[in-house]
């Protein structure tokens, strides 16, 4: 299954947990774990605090200041910054899956990280079954 995801900023940490969830019950996952894979060049997942949106604004600083947007880059569509980040962050999350639920911690959510939006991102959600 593909989630299609809109984002709306140039720079932006979405939650999607929710849509990852309903996407688990629609496949009829109830054991094993779920392979989230975006397939993207300037975008990443990562999981992180779902409370307290400070720290995603603190993520926000400290990549921008590990990575500026201009910095000599020698990529030259202009968003080496992007590609950057995303290599740093990754492609890719694993979720194990008890009972149909992602079985997250209580402060865990999952995010889209959009490093050159406001674009439409695809997220490859894959089961990993627990019998094969
Ligand atoms: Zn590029």
């Known amino acids: 299954m593909i989630l299609q995801l809109q984002t709306s900023q140039h720079t932006q940490f979405l939650d999607i947990t929710q849509q990852v969830q309903q996407a688990i019950t629609e496949l009829k996952l109830t054991q ?11 975008a990443a997942l990562t999981i992180n605090e779902n409370a307290d949106p400070d720290v ?5 600083t400290i990549f ?7 910095n000599n880059y020698h990529h030259n569509e202009g968003n080496s910054a992007a590609h950057m980040k995303s290599s740093l962050l990754g492609a890719s999350e694993i979720i194990p899956v008890k ?8 402060w865990q ?7 050159d939006g406001p674009r439409t991102r695809q997220v490859l959600v894959q089961p990993l079954s627990a019998t094969s």
């Open 64 to 70: 921008q200041r590990l990575v500026p947007w201009q």
């Open 109 to 115: 959510g999952i995010y889209l990280c959009e490093f």
């Open 56 to 60: 995603l604004q603190d993520l926000e």
């Open 99 to 106: 009972n149909g639920a992602l079985a997250l911690g209580t």
């Open 32 to 42: 094993g774990a779920v392979l989230l894979f975006v397939r993207h060049t300037t």
